[in-house]
């Protein structure tokens, strides 16, 4: 049974980091591109940033770009999100997504993505 288990968020305030982990099971991860969607109450879950399965080349939001950094470690079938300098606006619920050989950018795109984790809540004080 394939599953994606997120850890990290919590509250902080505007302009602090927090650490973000999946630690995914039950799939061959180095396998997979990963990425990180995150969902606004009242709206669409959008695309935040993905890491792909084989060259590791990265895609970033242009809303995050600069602030947020995701790495992967294959060895621990583990995925990570950096993010630094928050704003009240990246309060959602992050969710890690796994899709088998995507490549490019569809890496980008919500429906590419076979698996998804809970979700953990992060929440950006003003």
């Known amino acids: 049974q394939v599953q994606l288990v997120e850890s990290g968020g919590g509250l902080v305030q505007a302009g602090g980091s927090l650490r973000l982990s999946c630690a995914a099971s039950?799939?061959?991860?180095?396998?997979?591109?990963m990425g990180w969607f995150r969902q606004a109450p009242g709206k669409e879950r959008e695309f935040v940033v993905a890491?792909?399965?084989?060259?590791?080349?990265?895609y970033y939001a242009d809303s995050v770009k600069g602030r947020f950094t995701i790495s992967r470690d294959n060895a621990k079938n583990t995925v990570t999100l950096q993010m630094n300098s928050l704003k009240p606006e990246d309060t959602a619920v992050y969710y890690c997504?796994?899709?088998?050989?995507?490549?490019?950018?569809?890496?980008?795109?919500?429906?590419?993505?076979?698996?998804w984790g809970q979700g953990t809540q992060v929440t950006v004080s003003s």
């Open positions: 997504a796994g899709g088998r050989t995507l490549s490019g950018g569809v890496a980008r795109l919500l429906n590419a993505y076979n698996y």
């Open positions: 039950g799939l061959t991860f180095r396998s997979y591109t």
């Open positions: 890491i792909t399965w084989s060259t590791g080349s990265t």
